[in-house]
């Protein structure tokens, strides 16, 4: 019966991965990233109405965060269960569609794209407009460098969070009974209150000090995973590891130094410098060797370190619940 179901959760990981790599998020259809993002609004929103003290904020804020994440992965198992009912095939479908949905992959080039594609013609002002749907720093100023640093450093960083990371607890789902779609919406729904509402800054200080600090814990050993991953692919892991080792841990973030630095070590660049958030400069540490420039065939790179990173993940988790199902099946008498 496991084996069944390991069986299932290994042919369900393959064809998500290619349904992303395939197609991807379509522009105007319905993901559940959005659905989160609603409820998210409007649970903040509404605790913002009740003017409560700093402690009742932080402690709504607790529970904002966990219901969130908890629904977000029971409502993938329901959706999942309610679908293999009517036909073993129509489940299997639905828990293809949502895991690639939590899988950027494709997103993730598409986004650099629609930046690179302008700049490549000399069209900076529209380079500057789409990279500001992308990234949170000021873009109207940027120069062609400052658009192609922003582009790598969001590449580097979704790579870890937007990427590999939901693949990590889908890989972990596989291997418990509620499969893969509840822990990678879990960490999906995580991630995504973290982006909207994990600020330090007013009015999120309390309300999303939960939810950072938690997206933080879930997220540090698949960005350690995927620092040595990227090593690895680099073909020169020591060095990667060793500018990792002397430059990440000055970025603020536990996460995004790691992940931003071993794609800098890897592809023999620098990133970090000076950013402008809403009119307020910011120095971030400076991450990796300027050995060479940063241009669009840097980020062609990353976007493939990723991609491969990806597909090795996919490789080694099928592998081991094969082994899993062979070892387990030799168990039976």
Same mark, same amino acid.
């Given at each position: 019966?496991m084996?069944?179901?390991?069986?299932?959760?290994?042919?369900a990981?393959?064809?998500a991965a290619?349904?992303?790599?395939?197609v991807?998020?379509?522009?105007?259809w319905?993901?559940?990233?959005?659905?989160?993002?609603?409820?998210?609004?409007?649970?903040?929103?509404?605790?913002f109405r009740l003017?409560?003290?700093?402690?009742?904020?932080?402690?709504?804020?607790?529970?904002?965060?966990l219901?969130?994440?908890?629904?977000?992965g029971?409502v993938?198992?329901?959706?999942?269960?309610l679908?293999g009912?009517?036909? !073993?095939?129509?489940?299997l479908?639905?828990?293809?569609?949502?895991l690639?949905?939590?899988?950027?992959?494709?997103s993730?080039r598409r986004?650099?794209?629609d930046?690179?594609?302008?700049?490549?013609?000399?069209n900076? !002002?529209?380079?500057r407009?789409?990279?500001?749907?992308y990234v949170g720093?000021?873009t109207?100023?940027?120069?062609?460098?400052?658009?192609?640093?922003?582009?790598?450093?969001?590449?580097?960083?979704?790579?870890?969070?937007?990427?590999?990371?939901?693949?990590?607890?889908?890989?972990?789902?596989?291997f418990?009974?509620?499969?893969?779609?509840?822990?990678?919406?879990?960490y999906?729904?995580?991630?995504t209150l973290?982006?909207?509402?994990?600020?330090?800054?007013?009015p999120?200080?309390h309300?999303?000090?939960?939810?950072?600090?938690?997206e933080?814990g879930?997220?540090w050993?698949?960005c350690?995973l995927?620092?040595?991953?990227?090593?690895?692919?680099s073909?020169?892991?020591?060095?990667v590891w060793a500018?990792?080792?002397r430059d990440?841990?000055a970025d603020?973030?536990?996460n995004?130094?790691?992940?931003?630095?071993?794609?800098?070590?890897?592809?023999?660049?620098?990133?970090?410098?000076q950013?402008i958030?809403?009119?307020?400069?910011?120095?971030?540490?400076l991450?990796?060797?300027a050995?060479?420039?940063i241009?669009?065939?840097?980020?062609?790179q990353?976007?493939?370190?990723?991609r491969?990173?990806?597909?090795?993940?996919?490789v080694v988790?099928?592998?081991?619940?094969?082994a899993v199902m062979?070892?387990?099946?030799?168990?039976?008498p």
């Amino acid at each position: 019966m496991m084996s069944a179901l390991w069986f299932n959760h290994a042919i369900a990981l393959v064809l998500a991965a290619a349904l992303d790599r395939i197609v991807g998020d379509p522009w105007g259809w319905p993901h559940p990233v959005q659905a989160i993002g609603q409820v998210i609004t409007w649970g903040s929103q509404s605790i913002f109405r009740l003017k409560l003290s700093s402690l009742g904020e932080r402690s709504l804020g607790v529970l904002l965060g966990l219901g969130i994440i908890l629904g977000s992965g029971l409502v993938g198992w329901g959706m999942v269960r309610l679908a293999g009912m009517v036909h !073993p095939a129509v489940g299997l479908g639905c828990e293809v569609v949502l895991l690639a949905s939590c899988f950027a992959g494709r997103s993730l080039r598409r986004a650099a794209e629609d930046v690179l594609a302008p700049l490549e013609s000399g069209n900076i !002002p529209l380079a500057r407009q789409r990279l500001a749907l992308y990234v949170g720093r000021d873009t109207e100023n940027l120069d062609e460098p400052e658009i192609l640093r922003a582009v790598l450093e969001t590449v580097s960083e979704n790579a870890t969070d937007g990427v590999l990371a939901p693949l990590f607890y889908a890989l972990v789902g596989a291997f418990l009974p509620w499969g893969s779609v509840p822990m990678a919406l879990a960490y999906k729904a995580a991630s995504t209150l973290d982006s909207m509402i994990g600020y330090r800054e007013s009015p999120y200080t309390h309300l999303g000090w939960f939810s950072a600090r938690f997206e933080d814990g879930l997220t540090w050993l698949p960005c350690r995973l995927t620092v040595a991953t990227i090593a690895l692919l680099s073909g020169n892991p020591r060095r990667v590891w060793a500018i990792c080792r002397r430059d990440a841990p000055a970025d603020p973030s536990p996460n995004a130094g790691w992940s931003e630095c071993a794609y800098a070590a890897a592809l023999g660049v620098q990133l970090g410098g000076q950013n402008i958030y809403r009119g307020q400069v910011k120095e971030k540490p400076l991450l990796g060797d300027a050995v060479g420039e940063i241009g669009g065939d840097r980020i062609d790179q990353a976007l493939t370190l990723t991609r491969h990173a990806f597909l090795l993940w996919i490789v080694v988790g099928v592998s081991a619940m094969v082994a899993v199902m062979r070892w387990t099946s030799s168990l039976v008498p």
